[in-house]
């Protein structure tokens, strides 16, 4: 049986041709097998290019790539890896089969040329992972395509037979393994996972989709490593297609304020907005988001009035009232004239490949007038915010608006999901989860719901208490006031997507860390040794009783330690500034 070895730094895949012309893949990591022989390939109108395959030759190449982006875990990329076509053929049709080993991950793409357009009727991708190996699995059985679900910490085995949205996690031998996909436009359709028992088989919205030749699948994403490779990692982006935007001068990160979830009829009271407006410029908060309900009456009062303050002004629209190029040029070129600074698209519900050119289109729409974007109740980014600078997040996650304030309303979820999140979603890319909200149905502590403005990473970042929470919890204002929206750099210091997590991040020559717990309380060790020497000023923000905030500030060493008891589903947050001498 030919197979084809191949390796980059701690990883090996395998690709083998079996006798009657069927591909697999597998993948070791340091020798151990994280992924069992795998299906691969295509089946497409004009050819079934999943059996009956014959090797018809091989390139090799080496990817070096630097890039920035405007948002993210880091905003400065290195991208190393090894580069194999393999190229099979049926007759007179052919399948390449494109794997790239590096970045701390395996993905591998397909690509089908024919003499027209081309017609994919189901590709044969799977992942065969060891059956005891443990799993955080987010199920997609709400018919919605929002990824609005709780994810469920299981085995292989014992996981039920359903479809599973991205990404997935699992760990086996000592290994961690997150699987998923990057780099998806209008050329395809957005895939999932369908367990039969036995492997995650993927699985496609649409009873078919079609591109021009050659057809160019995304890229079917592994990261391979241990959990800070993981959830450092920036490999989705690192496979996604260049920026389409030249200039990313006017693509500004920040925090905004946002009235929807703690005071929905704001939303139509130009004299509310007028107030969250003040309280943002009070706070150096650069925006707020007129949610559902605005009104084109007082829309350009509002963003007049704003824009004295130095506050921009995002505004709130249903996908379908932006879906066609009119549209694009009659509101979307209104609301800019007025002065809005970006856009929130909602109830994006699908991952078929119509909705990828709908996506393909508005992306391409707002990066011309110079509006930032960022889209609600749909799916997940692929690496968007590499193509598309001007996206800053996507909500695709079960976020805060689950749990807004409700009398005898029960928390709808535990700790462990806020956990999950930080080591699986938030992994693929930015994500509006609308943080920080003191006064709901929850059972974090009030320092583990602060930390989030730091576990959690979104371009913009939408504080979504009220004015009143806040202006409560003065320590928590105060950090809110400073805490950035993009980082230079993460690193995770410890943790487990169901036990605890200490992650630090980095902006300029500041640091801040998040912690946060699930179960009983405990005492957490920051290891110091990510710090540049010297001495440090730490502004600790952490439990206190009445479920407050106590800010407290020491003087810590690069190469040291802080011990912080952390009480049940509590956490805390780390401010850190070099100390000036």
Same mark, same amino acid.
């Given at each position: ?385 590499? *193509?598309? !600078?001007?996206?800053?997040?996507? /909500?695709?996650?079960?976020? +805060? $608006?689950?749990?807004?304030?409700? @009398? =005898? ?115 957490? *060790?920051? !290891?110091?040794?990510?710090?540049? /020497?010297?001495?440090?000023? +730490? $502004?600790?923000?952490?439990?206190? @009783? =009445? ?35």
């Amino acid at each position: 049986m030919p197979e084809w070895t191949l390796s980059e730094d701690d990883l090996e895949a395998t690709v083998a041709l079996s006798a009657v012309g069927e591909l697999t893949l597998e993948v070791r990591h340091e020798g151990r097998t994280v992924l069992r022989p795998s299906r691969l390939g295509i089946r497409a109108a004009h050819e079934d290019l999943t059996t009956g395959l014959a090797f018809a030759g091989a390139a090799e190449r080496r990817i070096e790539d630097a890039y920035r982006t405007v948002t993210g875990k880091r905003r400065e990329h290195r991208y190393a890896a090894g580069e194999w076509t393999l190229s099979f053929a049926k007759g007179r049709h052919r399948l390449d089969l494109v794997v790239r080993i590096g970045g701390g991950g395996v993905a591998y793409r397909y690509a089908v040329p024919w003499t027209g357009p081309v017609t994919v009727t189901e590709e044969l991708s799977e992942y065969v992972v060891p059956g005891d190996a443990r799993a955080v699995l987010l199920p997609y059985e709400n018919g919605r395509c929002d990824y609005e679900e709780i994810h469920r910490h299981t085995t292989v085995t014992a996981a039920e037979p359903i479809l599973y949205g991205y990404p997935s996690l699992f760990h086996t031998g000592g290994t961690w393994l997150l699987v998923t996909e990057s780099d998806l436009d209008s050329g395809y359709a957005g895939s999932r996972l369908r367990f039969d028992g036995h492997a995650f088989r993927l699985d496609l919205p649409d009873p078919y989709v079609t591109a021009a030749s050659p057809l160019v699948t995304p890229w079917r994403t592994m990261i391979v490593g241990d959990l800070a490779t993981i959830v450092e990692s920036d490999l989705v982006t690192s496979l996604a297609a260049p920026s389409e935007v030249e200039d990313t001068g006017w693509i500004r990160p920040g925090a905004v304020a946002w009235s929807w979830w703690s005071d929905g009829p704001s939303t139509r009271d130009l004299d509310a907005q007028k107030r969250w407006v003040d309280f943002a410029a009070a706070h150096g908060w650069p925006y707020v988001l007129a949610d559902a309900g605005w009104n084109k009456e007082w829309m350009p009062e509002l963003i007049a009035y704003a824009g004295e303050k130095g506050v921009g002004v995002w505004l709130w629209s249903h996908w379908q009232h932006v879906d066609t190029e009119l549209e694009h040029r009659e509101k979307l070129a209104l609301w800019k004239q007025w002065g809005a600074v970006g856009v929130k698209i909602d109830f994006t519900e699908s991952d078929g490949q119509d909705r990828m050119r709908w996506f393909d289109a508005i992306l391409a729409a707002t990066a011309r007038l110079r509006l930032m974007v960022v889209f609600h109740g749909g799916t997940i980014p692929r690496g968007t915010e590499r *193509t598309w !600078p001007h996206f800053m997040t996507a /909500e695709a996650v079960k976020g +805060a $608006e689950w749990i807004k304030p409700k @009398p =005898g309303k029960q928390p709808l979820y535990a700790a462990t999901h806020y956990l999950a999140l930080a080591f699986t979603r938030n992994v693929q890319g930015p994500m509006d989860f609308t943080p920080c909200t003191f006064t709901g149905v929850r059972v974090i502590s009030a320092g583990f719901e602060l930390a989030l403005s730091v576990l959690f990473e979104s371009g913009v970042q939408h504080f979504a208490d009220g004015i009143e929470a806040y202006e409560a919890r003065p320590e928590a204002l105060r950090l809110l006031s400073s805490v950035p929206t993009a980082w230079d750099e993460t690193r995770l210091l410890s943790g487990d997507p169901a036990d605890h997590l200490l992650l630090a991040r980095r902006s300029g020559g500041d640091w801040y860390v998040g912690a946060g717990v699930a179960g009983e309380a405990r005492t957490l *060790t920051v !290891p110091l040794g990510f710090l540049d /020497e010297g001495e440090w000023t +730490a $502004e600790i923000y952490r439990d206190a @009783p =009445g479920d407050r905030i106590l800010a407290e500030t020491v003087t810590v060493s690069a190469g040291g330690k802080l011990d912080l008891a952390v009480p049940p589903n509590g956490g805390f947050t780390l401010h850190l500034r070099r100390e000036i001498s």
